[in-house]
């Protein structure tokens, strides 16, 4: 089957691997739709290690191929949605309701971070009984594919912020998750909903997401407006949702005394915090953590919000791609090209409609000798098998 490999932070390639068999308690299911998430731009930039070797992706929706033992009420050929996070239902985590932390901290994470992951034309599911939410007929593939982690996620920080009927909610940044953590406001019962951010496709989407607000921070003085607009107080829940030092601090100055900061980005560097932000520690405001819940159930509530037209996802999916594309998707999505917001990945060729693709530069500063040209990079899989069999490098540098 052709796998995305991650192989060196910078470097990872199209390959062949062989279709996982199910062991007791799994199922293989054929990827029929996958997506790249931020989380793994920064594998790939080496933020966030994995081992070499490791098949990335943690979202899909496919079809059953294979049973493994011990699963009951799931058969070949059934349609099914995969979370980002496969707990396993029984540690003691999973019994506390702490099921993103199964075995250990983002232990539930397991897809493309500690096992082979999705971006990939079979998966193999761990503790599938579990984690496999049948997908009714009447929804697509790419109404419900967002749902197993962007949407989990951004919603997410939204339910842990506790945000309240009537509250006032400011959302730092609104790349997919923070649009989504706009849309979990919206659902929550907001009364008003401020989005920060400078792109203006995003700031269209935040509109149509939920957002009442819009504040484009190289405009203006997010702060000083936010104070203005909830008259001197601040806001009743802050969500940071890009994971830098400069938006977990603006979203703590921006809450007010007794206020919640809800933290869903994902930090790669030191975060500190300033003591005049957190009142010397004495202003009673919260700080709450996420990390996308999972399981089936979790899956099941999510698409009753699509069924029941309480959210489109559907518009965040801007760009297709095939998997033999997938490479090439990675740059793309990762410099933010054309607009993009979320990539589908399909294990068949692209559709015809296919937005064009520009030529692209690696995200390292100059190329290395294994850095492909865009037209190497255009190469089908059977063209760097060749190549890896003549001994050259078969990585692509992005």
Same mark, same amino acid.
């Given at each position: 089957? #052709?796998?995305?490999?991650?192989?060196?932070?910078? $470097?990872?390639?199209?390959?062949?691997?062989?279709?996982?068999?199910?062991?007791?308690?799994?199922?293989?299911?054929?990827?029929?739709?996958?997506?790249? $998430?931020?989380?793994?731009?920064?594998?790939?930039?080496?933020?966030?290690?994995?081992?070499?070797?490791?098949?990335?992706?943690?979202?899909?929706?496919?079809?059953?191929?294979?049973?493994?033992?011990?699963?009951?009420?799931?058969?070949?050929?059934?349609?099914?949605?995969?979370?980002?996070?496969?707990? $396993?239902?029984?540690?003691?985590?999973?019994?506390?309701?702490?099921?993103?932390?199964?075995?250990?901290?983002?232990?539930?994470?397991?897809?493309?971070?500690?096992? @082979?992951?999705?971006?990939?034309?079979?998966?193999?599911?761990?503790?599938?009984? !579990?984690?496999?939410?049948?997908?009714? @007929?009447?929804?697509?593939?790419?109404?419900?594919?967002?749902?197993?982690?962007?949407?989990?996620?951004?919603?997410?920080? !939204?339910?842990?912020?506790?945000?309240? &009927?009537?509250?006032?909610?400011?959302?730092? !940044?609104?790349?997919?998750?923070? +649009?989504?953590?706009?849309?979990?406001? #919206?659902?929550?019962?907001?009364? +008003?909903?401020?989005?920060?951010?400078?792109?203006?496709?995003?700031?269209?989407? !935040?509109?149509?997401?939920?957002?009442?607000?819009?504040?484009?921070?190289?405009?203006?003085?997010?702060?000083?407006?936010?104070?203005?607009?909830?008259?001197?107080?601040?806001?009743?829940?802050?969500?940071?949702?890009?994971?830098?030092?400069?938006?977990?601090?603006?979203?703590?100055?921006?809450?007010?005394?007794?206020?919640?900061?809800?933290?869903?980005?994902?930090?790669?560097?030191?975060?500190?915090?300033? &003591?005049?932000?957190?009142?010397?520690? &004495?202003?009673?405001?919260?700080?709450?953590?996420?990390?996308?819940?999972?399981?089936?159930?979790?899956? #099941?509530?999510?698409?009753?919000?699509?069924?029941?037209?309480?959210? /489109?996802?559907?518009?965040?999916?801007?760009?297709?791609?095939? &998997?033999?594309?997938?490479?090439?998707?990675?740059?793309?999505?990762?410099?933010?090209?054309?607009?993009?917001?979320?990539?589908?990945?399909?294990?068949?060729?692209?559709?015809?409609?296919?937005?064009?693709?520009? /030529?692209?530069?690696?995200?390292?500063?100059?190329?290395?000798?294994? $850095?492909?040209?865009?037209?190497?990079?255009?190469?089908?899989?059977?063209?760097?098998?060749?190549?890896?069999?003549?001994?050259?490098?078969?990585?692509?540098?992005?």
């Amino acid at each position: 089957m #052709r796998s995305l490999v991650f192989h060196k932070p910078g $470097c990872i390639a199209l390959e062949e691997r062989p279709v996982p068999t199910p062991g007791y308690s799994e199922v293989v299911i054929q990827v029929t739709l996958t997506t790249i $998430c931020g989380t793994d731009l920064h594998i790939l930039k080496g933020e966030y290690a994995v081992k070499q070797g490791l098949i990335l992706g943690h979202e899909a929706v496919g079809i059953i191929h294979e049973v493994g033992q011990g699963i009951t009420d799931y058969k070949v050929g059934d349609r099914v949605l995969v979370g980002a996070i496969t707990p $396993c239902g029984q540690c003691g985590a999973c019994l506390n309701g702490n099921r993103s932390q199964c075995g250990g901290p983002a232990g539930g994470w397991k897809l493309g971070n500690t096992i @082979d992951g999705a971006q990939a034309e079979y998966v193999c599911i761990p503790y599938a009984q !579990a984690n496999l939410a049948k997908i009714p @007929d009447a929804l697509r593939d790419a109404q419900v594919i967002l749902l197993a982690d962007i949407a989990s996620t951004g919603i997410a920080a !939204a339910e842990n912020g506790s945000i309240q &009927l009537g509250d006032s909610v400011a959302i730092f !940044a609104q790349g997919p998750i923070g +649009l989504c953590a706009t849309a979990g406001a #919206r659902l929550r019962g907001a009364g +008003l909903i401020i989005a920060v951010d400078s792109n203006p496709t995003r700031i269209a989407m !935040a509109q149509q997401m939920g957002a009442d607000v819009i504040l484009n921070f190289t405009e203006t003085n997010v702060l000083e407006e936010i104070r203005r607009i909830t008259g001197g107080d601040g806001v009743d829940v802050a969500i940071e949702a890009l994971g830098t030092q400069s938006t977990f601090e603006n979203a703590l100055r921006s809450v007010r005394p007794g206020g919640t900061v809800s933290s869903v980005g994902v930090y790669s560097g030191k975060l500190s915090i300033p &003591l005049e932000s957190f009142d010397a520690g &004495l202003g009673d405001k919260k700080i709450v953590t996420t990390l996308c819940p999972g399981g089936k159930e979790r899956m #099941r509530r999510l698409m009753e919000l699509i069924a029941h037209h309480r959210l /489109d996802l559907t518009p965040l999916l801007t760009h297709h791609f095939s &998997l033999s594309q997938i490479v090439e998707a990675y740059d793309f999505f990762g410099h933010q090209r054309d607009g993009v917001l979320k990539v589908a990945i399909t294990p068949a060729p692209a559709p015809p409609a296919v937005t064009p693709l520009p /030529d692209f530069l690696p995200f390292a500063q100059g190329r290395s000798k294994a $850095c492909e040209t865009p037209s190497e990079a255009r190469r089908s899989a059977l063209e760097i098998r060749s190549r890896e069999s003549e001994g050259e490098d078969r990585c692509y540098e992005v």
